[in-house]
């Protein structure tokens, strides 16, 4: 004889067969921080159990049959809990020089800016390639006052030590020879300030 239980998402889950039950464990991985974008905060469901008492048992000379069989079956939905967001502890996008996967992600996130220029985006074409920049479809823009997140980057510049006051500063673009020193140094630090920068000032 034969039972079945059915889910929509089936690759993702993993089976324990008992003595008196069957036990459906969600067995994907989830995702953690990263600092390129948000992402959700996603918690493991507690298993499922399905006692063999209460399955629909078929003799096995009706397994050709199998899809005939279930045709009305009931679809189990077995998914990871959403907690809304993480807290995200890398850089909002400064300019339109994003890949638009990331925009969007900063857009459901709930930043502004990126709503604005995703939407701008959608706008501009029904076939968004997601896998390339914003500036391909909307050209290259920067923040509208967009400020950086709250912490103290320390830039050697010219033989000198320069602080950037990232909490205190609004950006602006950056060209020329500063552009130049500054830009390199903030792609090390992973900073996605380039090619724009914070005010700084100058520590004797």
């Not at 067995?27 to 918690?43: C, G, M, R, S």
């Not at 000198?160 to 950006?171: G, L, R």
């Given at each position: 004889?034969?039972?079945?239980?059915?889910?929509?998402n089936?690759?993702?889950l993993?089976?324990?067969?008992?003595?008196?039950?069957?036990?459906?464990?969600?067995?994907?991985?989830?995702?953690?921080?990263?600092?390129k974008?948000?992402?959700?905060?996603?918690?493991?469901?507690?298993?499922?159990q399905?006692?063999?008492?209460?399955?629909?048992?078929?003799?096995?000379?009706?397994?050709?049959?199998?899809?005939?069989?279930?045709e009305?079956a009931?679809?189990?939905?077995?998914?990871?809990?959403?907690r809304?967001?993480r807290?995200?502890?890398?850089?909002l996008?400064?300019t339109?020089?994003?890949?638009?996967?990331?925009?969007?992600?900063?857009?459901?996130?709930?930043?502004g800016q990126?709503?604005?220029?995703?939407?701008?985006?959608?706008?501009?074409?029904?076939?968004?390639?997601?896998?390339?920049?914003?500036?391909?479809?909307?050209?290259?823009?920067?923040?509208?006052?967009?400020?950086?997140?709250?912490?103290?980057?320390?830039?050697?510049?010219?033989?000198?030590?320069?602080?950037?006051?990232?909490?205190?500063?609004?950006?602006?673009?950056?060209?020329?020879?500063?552009?130049?020193?500054?830009g390199?140094?903030?792609?090390?630090?992973?900073?996605?300030?380039f090619?724009?920068?914070?005010?700084?000032?100058?520590?004797?």
């Amino acid at each position: 004889m034969f039972a079945s239980v059915h889910f929509d998402n089936c690759w993702v889950l993993k089976g324990h067969c008992h003595n008196q039950f069957l036990e459906i464990e969600y067995n994907e991985q989830i995702p953690t921080d990263n600092l390129k974008y948000p992402v959700k905060d996603l918690a493991k469901p507690e298993n499922i159990q399905f006692d063999f008492d209460d399955l629909q048992w078929n003799g096995i000379e009706l397994l050709p049959q199998f899809n005939e069989l279930n045709e009305n079956a009931v679809i189990n939905e077995f998914k990871l809990i959403d907690r809304g967001w993480r807290p995200f502890k890398g850089e909002l996008p400064q300019t339109t020089e994003t890949l638009i996967w990331n925009l969007k992600k900063f857009a459901d996130y709930g930043d502004g800016q990126s709503q604005e220029w995703f939407a701008d985006v959608q706008e501009k074409t029904d076939k968004i390639n997601y896998w390339v920049n914003a500036s391909k479809y909307i050209g290259f823009k920067p923040g509208n006052k967009r400020r950086l997140s709250k912490a103290i980057y320390i830039l050697p510049l010219q033989g000198k030590t320069f602080f950037i006051y990232s909490f205190a500063t609004d950006i602006w673009p950056l060209t020329g020879p500063l552009r130049r020193s500054l830009g390199p140094f903030c792609w090390h630090l992973n900073i996605d300030c380039f090619p724009l920068a914070a005010r700084f000032e100058h520590v004797e």
